[in-house]
């Protein structure tokens, strides 16, 4: 069955550095686009990064460019969200999200990964 399963996160302090990995089974990877989302307490979830299925194209939302990199192996079936420069306002419950490029509307998401910036 479809799995998307992330870890990585954790406490943390401010200006520290977490990597969040998804790893992915049940559906072929490399045919879809990765993602990666954060809903903090209260808030709606929101994109934080994205990348394609080849990994040649990425975006990001804008608080947290230049201080996130999203990468992904096609070969090992991960998908990748390197944190730097973490700050209290990054803190929320990150979750790794599979869009379909074949089928239109077919989404996973994994059951979500802590991470909290706090001193």
């Known amino acids: 069955q479809v799995q998307l399963v992330e870890s990585g996160g954790g406490l943390v302090q401010p200006g520290g550095s977490l990597r969040l990995s998804c790893a992915a089974s049940g559906f072929i990877f490399s045919t879809y686009a990765m993602s990666w989302y954060r809903q903090a307490p209260g808030k709606e979830r929101e994109l934080v990064a994205g990348i394609t299925m080849s990994g040649g194209t990425t975006n990001y939302t804008d608080s947290v460019k230049g201080r996130f990199t999203i990468s992904r192996d096609n070969a090992k079936n991960t998908v990748y969200l390197q944190m730097n420069s973490l700050q209290p306002e990054d803190t929320a419950v990150y979750y790794c999200?599979?869009?379909?490029?074949?089928?239109?509307?077919?989404?996973?998401w994994g059951q979500g990964t802590q991470v909290t910036v706090s001193s």
């Open positions: 999200n599979a869009r379909s490029t074949v089928v239109v509307g077919v989404n996973y």
